[in-house]
């Protein structure tokens, strides 16, 4: 079982930078892979990155490729987001995810669910 908590969240002017951190508990962490999803008012809930258990390879969204990377550090169960040159269409609210294979988080299948973090772009 794997418990997330997200934090990093916040309120940044367009073209600013975030880093997103989520800490997760369990011993099997390096055995998932992990993700980010965002929801905006509204809007249904969206796939943002992924990475796999090892970090040796990363997916994103076409909206946010180029400007976000996705990372882990397996020693300190803790993956990161780090989103530059933000738009204020990157508003939302941001969750951190799990599930044992890269593919289902880019399918929007993750098995575990952080509660989110709001990221707020103002112009």
């Known amino acids: 079982q794997v418990q997330l908590v997200e934090s990093g969240g916040g309120l940044v002017q367009a073209g600013g930078s975030l880093r997103l951190s989520c800490a997760a508990s369990?011993?099997?962490?390096?055995?998932?892979?992990m993700g980010w999803f965002r929801q905006a008012p509204g809007k249904e809930r969206e796939f943002v990155a992924a990475?796999?258990?090892?970090?040796?390879?990363?997916y994103y969204a076409d909206s946010v490729k180029g400007r976000f990377t996705i990372s882990r550090d397996n020693a300190k169960n803790t993956v990161y987001l780090q989103m530059n040159s933000l738009k204020v269409e990157d508003t939302a609210v941001y969750f951190c995810?799990?599930?044992?294979?890269?593919?289902?988080?880019?399918?929007?299948?993750?098995?575990?669910w952080g509660q989110g973090t709001q990221v707020t772009v103002s112009s």
């Open positions: 995810a799990a599930g044992p294979l890269s593919q289902s988080i880019v399918a929007g299948r993750p098995s575990h």
């Open positions: 990475i796999t258990w090892s970090g040796g390879t990363t």
């Open positions: 369990g011993r099997t962490f390096s055995s998932y892979a």
